[in-house]
């Protein structure tokens, strides 16, 4: 089984910046990439971030590019989210997934679908 556990969440004024944590323990040797997402109030969950285990290779959302930063520790099975230049637009649960199995050319890694397990979220919540 495994195991999704994020933190870091808070309570942060607009311009400043939080980084977020999330470690994937139990049966994780196969996983090929971890992403982050988010759901504020009243709307849909929304991607934010992915990156690959192998090679590093980061995906994010246009809304968060060149604020936020996905980062990966492969020894300790963690990835981070740098976030800076917080808005208030940004205040919503933060998820942390995990994808269990290799990568299939075709995967875009910003769809729900193509996790297999989720964090309990940690909540962000910036002020103006």
């Known amino acids: 089984q495994v195991q999704v556990v994020e933190s870091g969440g808070g309570l942060v004024q607009a311009g400043g910046s939080l980084r977020l944590s999330c470690a994937a323990s139990?049966?994780?040797?196969?996983?090929?990439?971890m992403g982050w997402f988010r759901q504020a109030p009243g709307k849909e969950r929304e991607f934010v971030a992915a990156?690959?285990?192998?090679?590093?290779?980061?995906y994010y959302a246009d809304s968060v590019k060149g604020r936020f930063t996905i980062s990966r520790d492969n020894a300790k099975n963690t990835v981070y989210l740098q976030m800076n230049s917080l808005k208030p637009d940004d205040t919503a649960v933060y998820y942390c997934a995990v994808r269990l199995t290799a990568y299939i050319p075709g995967n875009t890694l910003r769809s729900v679908s193509e996790y297999d397990y989720w964090g309990q979220g940690t909540q962000v919540t910036v002020s103006s």
């Open positions: 139990g049966r994780t040797f196969s996983s090929s990439y």
């Open positions: 990156i690959r285990w192998s090679g590093g290779i980061t």
